[in-house]
Structure formats: structure tokens, C-alpha cells
């Protein structure tokens, strides 16, 4: 019999890694619309989704859309959400 851990893998107690990788060139389509109505955004909460999956701080993104700080923390909280 083999052991499994309770999310299934076979080696309880070893440690894991995940690597990601992306072409830094690429850019997805980015529309608003489908984050909106998959995901129940507003449209500023997809926006500021949309920046943060290109790579921009939340800093950057409140400068950018000239929102406060607090204003793009509560977008992030909302998206994460």
C-alpha cells in the first residue's frame, strides 16, 4: 500500500516546488468585460486586476489611475476576495 498525503501526493513530508514559466514579451488580451462578469468586478476592480497581472505595484496602479493608496487597496482586497 502507499502512502498519500491528504491533497493526494504520493511523497508525504518532501518538500515541493512549482515553477512558472512566461515569455515577459507576451500580452495578453486584457478586457475588462470578462473579469467583470466572470468574477463580479466592477470595472475598476478589473482594471486594477488587469495592472497587477501585467506586473505593475499597487502603488504604480494608484498613481497611474490617480486613486489613493487606500482606494487601491481596497480594489486588491475586493479582487482577492
Known amino acids: 500500500?502507499?502512502?498519500k498525503t491528504a491533497?493526494?501526493?504520493p511523497f508525504p513530508g518532501r518538500p515541493r516546488v512549482s515553477i512558472f514559466v512566461c515569455d515577459g514579451a507576451y500580452q495578453p488580451d486584457q478586457?475588462?468585460?470578462i473579469l467583470m462578469?466572470?468574477?463580479d468586478m466592477t470595472g475598476a476592480e478589473s482594471k486594477v486586476?488587469?495592472?497587477?497581472?501585467?506586473g505593475r505595484s499597487l502603488n504604480e496602479?494608484?498613481?497611474?489611475?490617480?486613486?489613493s493608496k487606500h482606494t487601491a487597496r481596497?480594489?486588491?482586497k475586493r479582487i482577492l476576495s
Open 1 to 3: 500500500m502507499r502512502l
Open 7 to 9: 491533497d493526494g501526493s
Open 31 to 33: 478586457d475588462g468585460a
Open 37 to 39: 462578469r466572470i468574477y
Open 49 to 54: 486586476a488587469m495592472m497587477l497581472a501585467s
Open 61 to 67: 496602479i494608484a498613481d497611474e489611475l490617480s486613486i
Open 74 to 76: 481596497t480594489h486588491l
